[in-house]
């Protein structure tokens, strides 16, 4: 039987690899002085997402800020390779910039402050241990998967509402980012 990866899911790395993410959470704290916004003074976290395909080597990431209230703030999608890397790959020169820079996933799950938090995504991402981080962690989820393929997780398109209509990442993957 043929795997259709068309229809695989991002995946968290806690997910995959619950004790291994229980140990290495990142971790950031607003306090709400200096000019910050207040209203999210608190504590986040990156959620790491990773594409489950077998033989993709896409090494990008989806990163979810989630707050202590387990809400979504923002997805920010990031691929830490360069620009001629993900050209290659099929994307057009807008989308290969916003990627290489991060951006707002406008497929994904965002908050009215998700402006603000890529700001500090951007910010963060100049920290000389977070983007080797990302990569380690991408190497061992790929590894995971490879070890054990039956653990890859399908999308389950029968209980979406009526009035949602699913992409699948070769529908998306020629649409301008605004």
């Not at 207040?38 to 990156?46: H, P, R």
């Not at 590894?143 to 399908?154: G, R, S």
């Amino acid at each position: 039987m043929m795997t259709q990866f068309s229809d695989l899911l991002l995946r968290s790395f806690e997910s995959l690899l619950p004790d291994t993410a229980r140990h290495d959470r990142c971790h950031f704290t607003l306090s709400g002085s200096e000019g910050a916004n207040s209203e999210l003074a608190g504590t986040y976290e990156f959620v790491d997402l990773y594409c489950q395909d077998l033989f993709c080597n896409c090494q990008k990431v989806s990163l979810c800020i989630r707050g202590s209230d387990e809400q979504t703030y923002a997805t920010i999608s990031f691929g830490w390779r360069s620009r001629m890397f993900y050209h290659k790959w099929g994307l057009d020169k807008q989308t290969t910039r916003l990627l290489t820079q991060g951006f707002i996933d406008p497929f994904a799950q965002q908050s009215p402050h998700s402006s603000e938090f890529l700001s500090i995504f951007l910010s963060i991402k100049r920290n000389a241990y977070f983007i080797p981080r990302l990569k380690e962690r991408y190497s061992v989820f790929k590894e995971a998967i490879l070890l054990n393929p039956f653990d890859v997780l399908h999308e389950d398109y029968s209980n979406l509402p009526e009035n949602v209509i699913p992409l699948r990442p070769k529908q998306i993957q020629n649409r301008k980012i605004s």
